[in-house]
């Protein structure tokens, strides 16, 4: 009875501790590129803490944790890191185009970064990174495209981009002027055509929106993304609706807008665009369904084959070890309970232990039978 309960005991500590989460991995290093940590890596998991005045935009992001760092060089040059985690890609992506500010210059680090004087902001799969160097260098760019190759990446799809800011046409679009959006939060924070309530992010949109030249000053474009198409066209009967009560409302004039819808996208232009203007903006924006580049290739280690075919072989191996250990515990507890109780249990006389037909000295009896009855006839 000992050894039972020892047994569940071992058991049930075994699942605790194979219940309990793993840790996410640390996002800063303690060096790269000739930079040492100074200090500690401070981290937290309020989204306050990364930013108290967005820190909602941040949740609706997927917000995860957040860590920073201040390093130093021998030169004495300082740099100070913050690195902000999200749930997926998107998240970060999102937070990249609400930070990223028209008068940024673009840098070629990580998935896509910028520059305004000493400030870098850049973010690779679902983390986003905002540096303030003391002083820069030629090769500050290069330093921080090292740390963007350290940073851990996310299981599965999750590293994965959004594909909707692919419909965005690129022609006549104005610099640093996209925003992806996927909160009601965000949206108010930018300078969108429609509200919250009518967009219906309860629905599953996602939007993504952009300013573009014309001929009497800029537009906007805002694309406005739902989990099917009926759902779609619903929310466009909406928006149509809803310009025609404001445009017949004297006293609350607003911006020409033209709307249509492509597959579960709606597209909506508004803003200075001339008539014509409109329609061929959004002429050129087509839905594909056959959109594949960022296509789940299902890589992670619970859809490898190879990762299948090991497991299988593991599972074969342990269940001819627990045959041959049942086999084994078997047979020695036999042989046990026969030395402890030899003539009680398992006892048998030596003569039963093998039954004998003596078939062959039968035949040779019986073929002398037959001859001696031949030798008679005789």
Not at 144 to 172: D, F, H, I, V
Not at 222 to 242: C, V
Not at 292 to 304: G, P
Request: charged share 20%.
């Amino acid at each position: 009875m000992r050894v039972l309960n020892s047994i569940l005991a071992i058991l049930l500590f075994a699942g605790a501790l194979f219940a309990q989460p793993t840790k996410a991995p640390s996002l800063l290093p303690k060096q790269f590129a000739g930079w040492q940590v100074q200090g500690e890596t401070r981290g937290s998991t309020d989204a306050a803490v990364a930013d108290p005045a967005n820190g909602t935009l941040l949740k609706e992001n997927g917000f995860t944790d957040l860590e920073s760092a201040t390093y130093v060089r021998d030169d004495g040059r300082k740099l100070t890191l913050k690195a902000a985690r999200f749930t997926d890609a998107s998240g970060a992506f999102g937070a990249f185009t609400f930070y990223k500010m028209p008068q940024m210059l673009t840098e070629r680090i990580g998935d896509d970064g910028a520059s305004l004087n000493e400030r870098v902001l850049f973010y690779r799969a679902n983390i986003l990174v905002d540096a303030v160097f003391g002083k820069l260098s030629a090769m500050s760019a290069a330093e921080l495209r090292e740390l963007s190759g350290t940073l851990p990446l996310p299981p599965g799809s999750n590293a994965n981009l959004p594909t909707l800011p692919a419909y965005l046409p690129k022609q006549s679009i104005v610099k640093n002027t996209m925003k992806y959006v996927i909160g009601p939060d965000a949206l108010g924070k930018v300078e969108s055509p429609l509200p919250q309530d009518i967009v219906d992010f309860n629905a599953g949109a996602e939007v993504v929106l952009a300013k573009y030249t014309s001929s009497a000053g800029e537009g906007t474009l805002m694309l406005i993304s739902y989990p099917t198409p009926q759902i779609a066209a619903e929310h466009l009967r909406r928006i149509d609706a809803a310009h025609v009560g404001q445009t017949t409302n004297a006293s609350a004039p607003t911006d020409p807008l033209v709307a249509k819808r492509t597959g579960p996208i709606v597209a909506v232009a508004a803003g200075a665009f001339s008539k014509d203007e409109s329609q061929s903006l959004l002429a050129s924006v087509n839905y594909d369904a056959d959109v594949t580049w960022n296509q789940n290739t299902y890589a992670d280690q619970k859809n490898n084959l190879a990762n299948l075919l090991v497991n299988v072989i593991w599972l074969c191996a342990i269940i001819v070890g627990l045959m041959l250990i049942a086999g084994l515990a078997f047979g020695g507890i036999r042989i046990f309970i026969k030395r402890l109780f030899p003539e009680r249990m398992f006892a048998r006389d030596e003569g039963m232990e093998f039954i004998s037909l003596n078939l062959s000295e039968q035949s040779q009896e019986a073929q002398d039978s037959s001859v001696s009855s031949s030798i008679k006839a005789i």
